[in-house]
């Protein structure tokens, strides 16, 4: 089988691109920073790494799904997993592109419920993402310095002004005071939670 120099770049992309993912998720207990989502330490994490690793092999195949099918998946649409469970958030200009992600979402070994909270919106430009990156940094500030967040291993997307919680815990106390922290954010219309305890 011969490539062409286009194919042949593509394929080591992706390559490339799969390897880094896994450096990124094989830091172990340090902190690792990637937007607005932060890992602090896996001894403070309810996951065990088992599972944490079977989540970051789930989000990398339909990462790799989404680069196989359409570069623009790739790019438009967030995936976060916890114990099995994918978050689906992005803004895409179609809705057929929003339901392609969720099929390839569901091909995935693993996958036992996919969330779609995809926007579709063909006018959402450099304004709403600065408003998005605005939130979002906000909140990953208040959460990080909040010293009576003890166990943090929340992650968070914005997506129109609409935060999405994710991950897992126990602690419903701690779990508010997240939530408090992104109420208390100019600009934030919504906020859905999908914190899932064990």
Not at 144 to 161: A, C, G, P, S
Not at 167 to 180: M, R, T, Y
């Amino acid at each position: 089988m011969t490539f062409t120099n286009w194919q042949w770049d593509i394929r080591m992309n992706k390559i490339i691109l799969l390897i880094l993912s896994f450096f990124m998720f094989g830091c172990g207990p340090s902190l690792i920073t990637t937007g607005a989502k932060t890992v602090v330490g896996q001894t403070q994490d309810e996951k065990t790494f088992g599972e944490s690793w079977d989540d970051a092999t789930i989000k990398l195949g339909i990462k790799e799904k989404y680069f196989s099918y359409d570069a623009t998946l790739f790019t438009k649409i967030d995936v976060e997993v916890e114990l099995g469970k994918v978050l689906l958030t992005g803004v895409v200009p179609f809705g057929d592109m929003r339901l392609e992600a969720v099929r390839l979402a569901w091909q995935q070994n693993g996958v036992i419920e996919v969330l779609n909270e995809i926007s579709i919106d063909s006018g959402y430009g450099l304004d709403d993402i600065a408003k998005d990156k605005f939130i979002s940094t906000q909140l990953f500030t208040k959460v990080l310095t909040d010293k009576n967040i003890k166990k943090f291993k929340y992650d968070f997307e914005v997506q129109k002004q609409i935060v999405y919680l994710f991950g897992v815990s126990d602690d419903q106390v701690e779990i508010d005071k997240v939530i408090d922290h992104a109420k208390s954010i100019k600009g934030v219309l919504d906020i859905i939670n999908y914190i899932q305890s064990r």
